[in-house]
């Protein structure tokens, strides 16, 4: 009995058993490479035939469509601070566009900048984050009645 359809068959589970671990996008192609061998081995005995099919085949796949993958893959991934956006702090030391200093969101202490050149935020005063750079807050002030008038 011919025992190399399950080595290619134990290629396929291999390989894709390594996919499902890493979530890649890599070894799912040499899984198809080494299902289309296996495939071969119904028309030849030939082991450099079916070696050649998974090559060709796998670097094939691996060429046409894993930029394909990738691009699909591309979401923006939002992270925890992600979740800050928008939401009101506290300035615990002054904050300026040039000279970062300190809000507290949360219970939780951040760097900070003001988004508008000219803006000075002094402690206590109330700002609401705009944007987010890794883990240097963006923020404008927050315009009271009393201020808006």
């Known amino acids: 009995m011919n025992s190399v359809p399950f080595l290619w068959l134990a290629a396929v589970v291999g390989f894709l058993l390594l996919e499902a671990s890493t979530f890649s996008m890599t070894s799912v192609w040499f899984a198809v490479g080494a299902a289309a061998a296996l495939l071969t081995c119904l028309f030849t005995d030939s ?39 928008g939401r009101e702090a506290t300035v615990l030391t002054t904050v300026t566009a040039d000279l970062p200093g300190r809000v507290r969101l949360d219970g939780v202490d951040w760097n900070a900048r003001c988004a508008t050149p000219g803006d000075i935020l002094t402690p206590g005063q109330r700002c609401r984050v705009t944007e987010l750079h890794s883990t240097l807050l963006i923020v404008e002030p927050v315009l009271t009645e009393s201020r808006r008038a």
């Open 47 to 85: 082991f450099r035939a079916q070696a050649l099919v998974f090559i060709v085949v796998s670097i094939l796949c691996l060429l046409a469509f894993r930029p394909l993958a990738a691009k699909l893959r591309q979401k923006i991934t939002p992270t925890n601070g992600d979740r800050n956006l």
